[in-house]
């Protein structure tokens, strides 16, 4: 096991369930990235946008997508 994995392991240890489902959610779209031609891949500009939008939140922006999520539904 690779020294990277042990930590990342570390840290999923230390998440509780919300946390943990918005880790899921994440690795899943990377996931479905993979396989998708380069043309349909996020492109930087639309990392750049996230980042802007998250930016400001004082608290957990996986707490706050997951809220988001539920007020939707």
């Given at each position: 096991m690779?020294?990277?994995?042990?930590?990342?392991?570390?840290?999923?240890?230390?998440?509780?369930?919300r946390?943990?489902?918005?880790?899921?959610?994440?690795l899943?779209?990377?996931?479905?990235m993979?396989?998708?031609?380069?043309?349909?891949?996020?492109?930087?500009?639309?990392?750049?946008?996230?980042?802007?939008?998250?930016?400001?939140?004082?608290?957990?922006?996986s707490e706050?997508?997951?809220?988001?999520?539920?007020?939707?539904?």
């Amino acid at each position: 096991m690779t020294m990277l994995r042990q930590k990342i392991e570390h840290e999923l240890d230390a998440l509780d369930n919300r946390s943990m489902a918005a880790v899921y959610e994440q690795l899943r779209q990377l996931n479905s990235m993979r396989r998708l031609p380069a043309k349909r891949r996020i492109v930087a500009h639309d990392i750049e946008n996230v980042l802007r939008l998250t930016s400001p939140s004082k608290g957990s922006w996986s707490e706050a997508v997951i809220d988001n999520r539920e007020e939707r539904q």
